[in-house]
């Protein structure tokens, strides 16, 4: 079962975290997230923690105003083009989302890194918090 969880106050957590997914809804966009592992004594609430100890769960832009990637207007459908997504920075206001990811491919594909920045403005941009998940990085 997931709850809404108000992330902003975690949002540091996500740095060295996890860009899992990205998912386009007709104008809404969601972003399957993983945090860095947390100590649950930092934290008040040790319940949000999924069983890796870490916030698992998608970040909810609905009604997408306005994609930037790299700081460019970005007309396209936003999809995840490599193997995994690094985050250095998330900040999350009222309507809008920065994301500083560090992508990367492996092998098979051929090895490859990139950086890239997202910015999206959203109407309505909430947390839906995924506890019970085993977290990406627990298998």
């Given at each position: 079962?997931?709850?809404?969880?108000?992330?902003?106050?975690?949002?540091?957590?996500?740095?060295?975290?996890?860009?899992?997914?990205?998912?386009?809804?007709?104008?809404?966009?969601?972003?399957?997230?993983?945090?860095?592992?947390?100590?649950?004594?930092?934290?008040?609430?040790?319940?949000?923690?999924?069983?890796?100890?870490?916030?698992?769960?998608?970040?909810?832009?609905k009604?997408?105003?306005?994609?930037?990637l790299?700081?460019?207007?970005?007309?396209?459908?936003?999809?995840?083009?490599?193997?995994?997504?690094?985050?250095?920075?998330?900040?999350?206001?009222?309507?809008?989302?920065?994301?500083?990811?560090?992508?990367?491919?492996?092998?098979?594909?051929l090895?490859?890194?990139?950086?890239?920045?997202?910015?999206?403005?959203?109407?309505?941009?909430?947390?839906?918090?995924?506890?019970?998940?085993?977290?990406?990085?627990?298998?």
């Amino acid at each position: 079962m997931s709850k809404k969880v108000d992330i902003k106050s975690y949002v540091d957590y996500f740095h060295d975290g996890s860009l899992i997914d990205i998912e386009n809804i007709n104008h809404d966009i969601v972003i399957t997230l993983e945090s860095a592992e947390i100590e649950p004594n930092e934290i008040n609430d040790h319940t949000i923690l999924s069983k890796s100890n870490t916030l698992y769960g998608k970040l909810q832009l609905k009604q997408v105003k306005a994609v930037k990637l790299d700081n460019e207007m970005y007309e396209k459908p936003l999809i995840k083009l490599y193997d995994d997504g690094e985050i250095l920075d998330l900040e999350i206001s009222p309507e809008k989302v920065f994301l500083l990811v560090e992508w990367a491919n492996y092998p098979p594909k051929l090895r490859t890194s990139d950086v890239s920045t997202i910015e999206i403005e959203a109407k309505d941009i909430y947390w839906e918090n995924m506890p019970s998940a085993d977290g990406y990085k627990f298998s």
